[in-house]
């Protein structure tokens, strides 16, 4: 069926096409009853608990284990008519990870994956629909957004990720070069010796300004 080519990732690439680009417009629980991912049966009575709980019926789903964050994910981005990226196969440029901190991926739950062209960011979400984690995006990168799908637990295992090649790296550098200086002290010992400096050329400019006093 179509649904099942949609959700069929291309071999190695980890980017999986929606059926439909712009998306469907159908609720996301008639999305993942489509998908095959949860049964009709069990759905309603899903949706019978959030209506009394106020929570989301595919939430419920996962907090219990009967639907998985990447099928959620995944059905999340063919109802938005987005690329689903699996970031466990999908070969992220670091240059465009690294240009949100880690502190504000946590907190849209986004990650730019890749440059598309010159002037655009391809970001892996978790929720598409967040305009202002788009919007926030684009502003403190200055690249326009293409948003696509990820799961949650994909971008908490890119961060993860990224924290460990980090320290793997401070360490090997600490590792190869022992002796190297602490760039901290080398700053502090820098203002302290400018400071010197300073200090020391207004004492020889107060001592000349009391000797030609001391002519007059």
Same mark, same amino acid.
């Given at each position: 069926s179509t649904f099942d080519t949609a959700t069929k990732p291309r071999r190695g690439n980890g980017i999986t096409t929606p059926s439909r680009r712009g998306g469907s417009g159908r609720v996301l629980t008639d999305v993942i009853v489509d998908l095959g991912f949860i049964d009709r049966g069990t759905?309603?009575?899903a949706v019978d608990r959030a209506t009394e709980s106020g929570g989301a019926p595919e939430r419920i789903?996962? *907090?219990g284990g009967q639907l998985s964050d990447d099928h959620l994910s995944r059905a999340t981005a063919e109802r938005f008519g987005l690329d689903h990226v699996d970031l466990?196969?999908?070969r992220v440029d670091p240059d465009a990870a690294k240009l949100v901190a880690p502190n504000a991926v946590?907190?849209?739950q986004a990650v730019p994956?890749?440059?598309v062209g010159d002037?655009?960011?391809l970001v892996a979400m978790v929720d598409p629909a967040n305009v202002l984690a788009i919007d926030d995006i684009a502003v403190m990168t200055g690249y326009e957004v293409r948003p696509a799908v990820a799961s949650l637990a994909d971008?908490?295992?890119l961060l993860e990720r990224r924290r460990g090649l980090a320290a793997s790296v401070r360490g090997r550098g600490r *590792?190869?070069?022992p002796e190297a200086p602490d760039l901290d002290s080398v700053h502090g010992e820098l203002l302290r010796s400018v400071g010197e400096q300073v200090l020391e050329e207004r004492a020889v400019a107060l001592e000349r300004d009391a000797q030609v006093l001391r002519r007059d």
């Open positions: 759905m309603d009575l789903l996962v *907090a466990k196969l999908y946590r907190r849209y994956v890749s440059f002037r655009t960011l971008v908490e295992w *590792a190869e070069h």
